[in-house]
T-cell receptor
Framework: QQQVKQSPQSLIVQKGGISIINCAYENTAFDYFPWYQQFPGKGPALLIAIRPDVSEKKEGRFTISFNKSAKQFSLHIMDSQPGDSATYFCAASPGTYKYIFGTGTRLKVLA | GAGVSQSPSNKVTEKGKDVELRCDPISGHTALYWYRQSLGQGLEFLIYFQGNSAPDKSGLPSDRFSAERTGGSVSTLTIQRTQQEDSAVYLC??????????FGPGTRLLVL
């Protein structure tokens, strides 16, 4: 019940395309859902986050879509660029210290 | 402002030696976390500090692993009698409980 399932494991997208990464959770107590971006040799950096009172949040080319009834949330990267090539992690938290991370998606955007 | 810093950035050690990894959190953050990331893998939770106390040590893999935090600030993760399977990136994060965690760049540990 504490798991966050992330898919796909890896993703290759053409420049200008849309990258979509999905996460699913079981625990209905989760109320904070951040996405992290990690470049090789660096620590994860917060990209965008959402709480379940909204169904969508957009920041620039990055959008989180949240489906509370399905217990799913996804990251959409519009107009994907080679500089977006990184590993992306979703996470969920019940509003305490505990974060449950997904297993990561390695994104490669082809020039 | 300054982010989370970790030292050393890289550490190579011989099997059986002890190592100490340091984390300097963002000033004022009361919560501090240690994670382990093996090559190409996700983030494995190790320990959580609230202030100087560690209410959750459940992720420490064995009694060879310990951590402390002093002055509500700097934290040290110690691995005794290192083993080859300890090789990984050790990440520290800080934040306020229930809010965003901010990660440091990590310490890459290689045990030969």
């Amino acid at each position: 019940q504490q798991q966050v399932k992330q898919s796909p494991q890896s993703l290759i997208v053409q420049k200008g395309g849309i990258s979509i990464i999905n996460c699913a959770y079981e625990n209905t107590a989760f109320d904070y859902f951040p996405w992290y971006q990690q470049f090789p040799g660096k620590g994860p950096a917060l990209l965008i986050a959402i709480r379940p009172d909204v169904s969508e949040k957009k920041e620039g080319r990055f959008t989180i879509s949240f489906n509370k009834s399905a217990k799913q949330f996804s990251l959409h990267i519009m107009d994907s660029q080679p500089g977006d090539s990184a590993t992306y992690f979703c996470a969920a938290s019940p509003g305490t210290y505990k974060y449950i991370f997904g297993t990561g998606t390695r994104l490669k955007v082809l020039a | 402002g300054a982010g989370v810093s970790q030292s050393p950035s890289n550490k190579v050690t011989e099997k059986g030696k002890d190592v100490e990894l340091r984390c300097d959190p963002i000033s004022g953050h009361t919560a501090l976390y240690w994670y382990r990331q093996s090559l190409g893998q996700g983030l494995e939770f190790l320990i959580y500090f609230q202030g100087n106390s560690a209410p959750d040590k459940s992720g420490l893999p064995s009694d060879r692993f310990s951590a402390e935090r002093t002055g509500g600030s700097v934290s040290t993760l110690t691995i005794q009698r290192t083993q080859q399977e300890d090789s990984a990136v050790y990440l520290c994060a800080s934040g306020e409980t229930g809010e965003t965690q901010y990660f440091g760049p990590g310490t890459r540990l290689l045990v030969l």
